[in-house]
């Protein structure tokens, strides 16, 4: 198994930047995708960004592509989401989360573990 905690979140004015990281530990030998999803209040848990295990694929979802960016350390075992620009609308629980493999997927249904989340709050 693998245990995710992230790090990083808090209140930014609309326009600025946060930078998110998430932390793997346990099994974290064999091959495995991470990504970040996030909640906002009343809605569904929605896909914000994954990143394979070699870190060759990246994928954003459309709200946050070109201002968000996704990368990992395999010797650390962290992933890292750099989000600039940021609006009000960007703010919720953001949540890392991860699934053995190569590949990353954006639905959320892949992935088999996941942290306790990180608030991201963006005021206007």
């Known amino acids: 198994q693998v245990q995710l905690v992230e790090s990083g979140g808090g209140l930014v004015q609309a326009g600025g930047s946060l930078r998110l990281s998430c932390a793997a530990s346990g099994r974290t030998s064999s091959p495995y995708a991470m990504g970040w999803f996030r909640q906002a209040p009343g809605k569904e848990r929605e896909f914000v960004s994954v990143?394979?295990?070699?870190?060759?694929?990246?994928y954003y979802a459309d709200s946050v592509k070109g201002r968000v960016t996704i990368s990992r350390d395999n010797v650390k075992n962290t992933v890292t989401l750099q989000m600039n620009s940021l609006k009000p609308e960007d703010t919720a629980v953001y949540y890392c989360?991860?699934?053995?493999?190569?590949?990353?997927?954006?639905?959320?249904?892949?992935?088999?573990?996941w942290g306790q989340g990180t608030q991201v709050t963006v005021s206007s």
């Open positions: 989360a991860a699934k053995y493999g190569t590949s990353a997927y954006s639905l959320r249904q892949y992935y088999n573990y």
């Open positions: 990143i394979s295990w070699s870190g060759s694929s990246t």
